[in-house]
């Protein structure tokens, strides 16, 4: 079977894009990175080019001489008469590993993700979908950290509902296997880490390990979607997102641990705690009314 050597990583400088760059660079993999910006590249090593998923002329200079994709679909309700011919082009030209990053929340089928999902698997030669849980960055790196930081508090409509949060760095390790094994993979990843947390336990682990305050505030399915619409989210894909919460608190959905971390890359993933202690510093040095 042909090794993989060239390597595409759409999503810019996503959380999981940019650590897979950083991953792979290391490992001596030669990487194109493919996004709608020029500068401040997700690594001073890899090749970058212009990519948008909106304009079809794009595809050819993000595909050329590539040996595996690593997909982040853009933003919207259905990304399928987008994303599909990009991958049928790719195909078309010789390649045949694509991993998709999917979510923990959407299962073949569903919405967003899943009917991306089952097309793969059915049509690409080798593949992977990644199903991460949320991510424990959401609280040093976006929307819960600047609440954590101006308020103290964090938010969801979860409620009682336990999530499995992963840390994208473990995420990453996943799917630099996944686009590198000599063997495909063919399946999915369901990606979690050690333990389901609710967020009000997130708050006390923050809490006792920072000794800052932190508290969880509940907010309603409704609350939810304006303030992802004032955010600059399309309403229909808001909506989608704030009942995902509902479905978190009433159905479980995100209840979940898996063990993919740990078969797939030899290691065990990070529990919650430790990687709050390993990000203390942002917490004490930043948080309103901190030293």
Same mark, same amino acid.
Request: glycine letters at 4%.
């Given at each position: 079977? $042909? #090794? &993989?050597?060239?390597?595409?990583?759409?999503?810019?400088?996503?959380?999981?894009?940019?650590?897979?760059?950083?991953?792979?660079?290391?490992?001596g993999?030669?990487v194109?990175?493919?996004?709608?910006?020029?500068? #401040?590249?997700? !690594?001073?090593h890899?090749?970058?080019?212009?990519?948008?998923?909106?304009? @079809? #002329?794009?595809?050819?200079?993000?595909l050329?001489?590539?040996?595996?994709?690593?997909? %982040?679909?853009?933003v919207t309700?259905?990304?399928?008469?987008?994303v599909?011919?990009?991958?049928?082009?790719?195909?078309?030209?010789?390649?045949? +590993?694509?991993?998709?990053?999917?979510?923990? @929340?959407?299962? &073949?089928?569903?919405?967003?993700?899943?009917?991306?999902h089952?097309?793969?698997?059915?049509?690409?030669?080798?593949?992977?979908?990644?199903?991460?849980s949320?991510?424990?960055?959401?609280?040093?790196?976006?929307?819960?950290?600047?609440?954590? !930081?101006? !308020?103290?508090?964090?938010?969801?409509?979860?409620?009682?509902? /336990?999530?499995?949060?992963?840390?994208?760095d473990d995420?990453?390790? %996943?799917?630099? $296997?996944?686009?590198?094994?000599?063997?495909?993979?063919?399946t999915?990843?369901?990606?979690?880490?050690?333990?389901?947390?609710?967020?009000?336990?997130?708050?006390?682990?923050?809490?006792?390990?920072?000794?800052?305050?932190?508290?969880?505030?509940?907010? @309603?399915?409704?609350?939810?979607?304006?303030?992802?619409i004032?955010?600059?989210?399309?309403?229909?894909?808001?909506?989608?997102?704030?009942?995902?919460?509902?479905?978190?608190?009433?159905?479980?959905?995100?209840?979940? %641990?898996?063990?993919?971390?740990e +078969?797939?890359?030899? +290691?065990?993933?990070?529990?919650?705690?430790?990687?709050?202690?390993?990000?203390? !510093?942002?917490?004490?040095?930043?948080t /309103?009314? #901190?030293?």
């Amino acid at each position: 079977m $042909k #090794s &993989i050597e060239r390597i595409l990583v759409t999503g810019g400088q996503g959380k999981t894009s940019s650590r897979i760059t950083s991953l792979l660079l290391t490992e001596g993999y030669h990487v194109r990175t493919a996004g709608r910006r020029s500068s #401040s590249l997700p !690594h001073p090593h890899a090749e970058h080019v212009l990519f948008d998923w909106h304009d @079809s #002329s794009t595809y050819a200079q993000a595909l050329q001489d590539i040996d595996a994709i690593y997909v %982040v679909i853009p933003v919207t309700m259905y990304p399928e008469p987008i994303v599909i011919p990009f991958i049928e082009l790719a195909l078309a030209q010789g390649i045949q +590993r694509v991993v998709l990053l999917s979510s923990a @929340s959407i299962h &073949i089928d569903e919405p967003v993700f899943g009917h991306i999902h089952r097309w793969i698997s059915e049509h690409v030669p080798q593949w992977a979908v990644l199903r991460p849980s949320y991510f424990m960055q959401n609280f040093t790196e976006a929307q819960q950290a600047d609440l954590i !930081h101006q !308020h103290r508090i964090i938010a969801s409509a979860t409620h009682k509902g /336990k999530i499995g949060f992963v840390d994208a760095d473990d995420i990453a390790a %996943v799917a630099v $296997k996944a686009l590198t094994d000599i063997t495909p993979h063919n399946t999915e990843h369901l990606i979690t880490g050690p333990q389901s947390l609710t967020y009000e336990e997130v708050a006390t682990i923050i809490t006792e390990v920072t000794g800052v305050p932190i508290t969880y505030h509940a907010t @309603s399915e409704s609350e939810l979607q304006q303030q992802l619409i004032e955010a600059g989210i399309a309403p229909d894909y808001a909506s989608f997102l704030a009942h995902l919460d509902t479905r978190i608190a009433v159905e479980g959905i995100e209840d979940q %641990v898996s063990d993919s971390v740990e +078969r797939v890359t030899a +290691r065990p993933p990070r529990s919650f705690r430790q990687y709050i202690e390993d990000h203390r !510093h942002l917490f004490v040095n930043t948080t /309103k009314g #901190s030293a």
